[in-house]
Structure formats: C-alpha cells, structure tokens
C-alpha cells in the first residue's frame, strides 16, 4: 500500500476557487505517469500547482456544475479518460451505498490505485456546507488516508464514511457521482518514478566514476523486456549522453506493479553543470511515465586542468613574442623558428591531455 502521495493543491485566492477536481485529475494523471502538458516541473520531479490546474482547465476539463459547485466525478472521469487511462465513477447513494463502495475503494488502495473521492468537509471538521475532491490514498485497521484534505488528513473510518456519503438533499445529482476509481488500460505502458541515488551536487570533478542508481515501478499493464526494447532514458536534454551513456539496460523483465532497480557506473561530465534525469522508454514507441527528479549537478574543474590552461596561454605568449622577434628581424631565424615549432607540439599535448581529463573550454 502507498505510503504518501504528491497531490495538487487549488490555493490561489481568487483564480482557483471550486477547481479540487482540476488539482484531482492533475493528481491522478501526475501519479499514473503521463506527461500530457509541455509544462516545467520542478527539481522534485513535480509541475506547479497553478499550471498543472489551469492545462486541465484550457483541454477542456474545468469546472461543470451549473451555479459554481465545482467538478463532477463524470467530468474527472472523461478527463482521465481522455489522457489515456481508465477510469469508473461511483455514486454512493444510487450504487449501494457504504457496504458496496468501501470494499472497491480497499480493493484499488490494496493495488496501490489512489482515488477521488468527494468529501463533506463539514463532517471532518472543515467548513459547513462545502463538498471538496481529496484523494483516498491508503487505509488502516480504522483510519483512512486523504491527500488534499489538510481539514483531516487521517480521519477514522466513520468519520469518512459520514463524509464520504454524499448524501445531502441540497447538492446537484452531478456530485452524488462521488467516487472515481482511475487504473491504466489494458496494453498501456506506465512508470512511476521511486527514487534514485544520484551523483552528489558538487563540486565534483569532471571525469571522475560515480555508482549510482535510479528505481521505478511499473504502473502500466505491460512488461517490460529488453528485447523489446524498454530501458531507462536520459532526459534534459532528451537522449544526451552527459553521464556517460544514454540508454541504461534492464536487469531483467519487469511485470505491472513490479519495482526495477537500474544500477551502473556514471562518469562525470565535463564543467560547469550538468543535470541527471531520466525516464522510461520504448524506443520506436514512445517514452512513457514521470521523469526522475531533476538533479543539478555542479562540475569543477581539476587542478590539472587549471595547470593545463595556464601552460598553453603561457606557451601562446611566447610564440607572439617569438614571431614578433621574426618580423623585426632579430635573433637567430632557426632557433626561433625551431623554437616556436617546440612549443606548437607542447600545445596539442596539453590539449590532448585536457581532452583525456574532460577539461572544458581548452582551446
């Protein structure tokens, strides 16, 4: 069972007022994976709240209750639907209520499934008269686990069952429609990132060999295989080879709801930055799944390098100094021609080596 979850969160005064169910499908399409919006996210892997609303909001998904109550289930529904997973909505006070509703919803937290849920907050605490979009994310032996819900996070199972009814005699029929169940559909690929180990932020020296790792779970209803060819891909930018290669192998098939560990050498590229992120792919498919956190990486250079750029700007020096001796005619002609020939060669070695140390901007 999920043991937290990153839920969007509508707080803008005045811009986000009644869009919990936008920051809900944000939050289920964030977790399953999907990348629908060439919107930034964050260092922690995560887009901005208000961005993450509003590209709901522009496809079409906003609000749609009549008089400004807000969100259906139906429209969450066709909006995950419309991004690419599956999605069912449940209405507590048509379908059975409690003792039919509470076993699906354990049921899709046991798979590791969070779920919309619709909440009169007046019964967790919160303000009177108000229903919101939380996500049910985990349960215990008598508590339930909300994210979105700062009213009361972990309230007890008959305090969300009160909550959870939707049974007030006021609300649109719309709302009644309070539970939206969202998995992957048959055949789709998936990926959550978990964690990773990544190089340290630096300083660090170009060059130098790193151990590192990044973990992700399958989410999708496919498996993963080498010959098929998912692996694990670099992003920022997209197929770069900065830390030493592009594509990091699976150690082997990776079924739906499995965790993969991928674990390789990383070498450091050359100064002044770089940034290690990744994601799933299926080359000649599609890339698929969150992006790793975005981890920038400070580079420093090597005492070697600095001795190196000061040796050729010492050697460049001197040969100006040597062809101007030429052209004014002074000194002995071979010895200086010989001698700017020596330092000449001395350059390309120290450029060489520069190259071998990954030192940057070495002319």
């Known amino acids: 069972m999920l043991t937290s979850i990153h839920a969007y969160i509508n707080w803008r005064i005045d811009v986000d007022w009644n869009t919990c169910g936008q920051a809900a499908i944000a939050t289920l399409l ?8 060439p919107i930034t ?17 522009r496809d079409g998904f906003g609000p749609d209750i009549v008089f ?13 639907r419309a991004y690419g997973l599956d999605a069912k909505v449940r209405a507590l006070f ?37 229903f919101h979009w939380a996500i049910a994310y985990a349960y215990t032996e008598d508590r339930l686990n909300l994210a979105a819900c700062s009213w009361n996070p972990t309230p007890s199972l008959e305090q969300f069952r009160s909550a959870w009814q939707c049974d007030a005699v006021f609300i649109p029929l719309d709302l ?11 055949g789709a690929n998936g990926a959550r990132f978990i964690s990773q180990s990544a190089p340290s932020t630096g300083p660090i020296t170009p060059g130098s060999s790193t151990r590192v790792s990044v973990t992700m779970k399958n989410t999708g209803t496919t498996t993963w295989r080498s010959e098929d060819a998912y692996s694990l891909g670099s992003q920022d930018p997209q197929d770069n080879s900065s830390w030493g290669m592009s594509r990091i192998g699976l150690p082997g098939p990776v079924g739906p709801n499995q965790i993969v560990t991928f674990s390789w050498t990383a070498v450091t590229p050359p100064p002044p930055r770089a940034v ?10 599609e890339w698929f799944g969150a992006m790793t956190s975005k981890h920038v990486v400070t580079i420093s250079e090597s005492q070697d390098c600095s ?17 101007a001796d030429l052209r004014a ?16 060669v001395e350059i390309k070695e120290l450029q060489e080596r520069a190259d071998r140390l990954g030192c940057a901007n070495v002319a």
Do not use: Y
């Open 30 to 37: 964030d977790f399953h994976g999907t990348q629908p919006w």
């Open 41 to 57: 996210r964050f260092s922690d892997g995560f887009w901005a709240d208000g961005d993450a609303i509003d590209a709901v909001s």
């Open 176 to 186: 009644k429609m309070c539970g939206v169940f969202v998995e992957p559909r048959p």
């Open 276 to 285: 290690f992120t990744w994601r799933m792919v299926r080359d000649g498919v």
């Open 68 to 80: 400004g109550w807000g969100t259906s289930g139906g429209r969450i529904a066709d909006a995950v």
């Open 307 to 323: 001795e190196i750029r000061s040796r050729i700007a010492g050697n460049e020096r001197e040969i100006k100094d040597l062809q």
């Open 94 to 130: 048509f379908q059975g209520g409690w003792d039919q509703a509470w076993p699906q919803l354990r049921e899709s937290l046991d798979r590791e499934l969070p779920v919309a849920v619709l909440l009169d907050l007046g019964r967790l605490g919160g303000p009177d008269f108000v």
């Open 329 to 344: 005619g002074g000194g002995n002609r071979q010895f200086i021609l010989k001698e700017i020939g020596r330092l000449r």
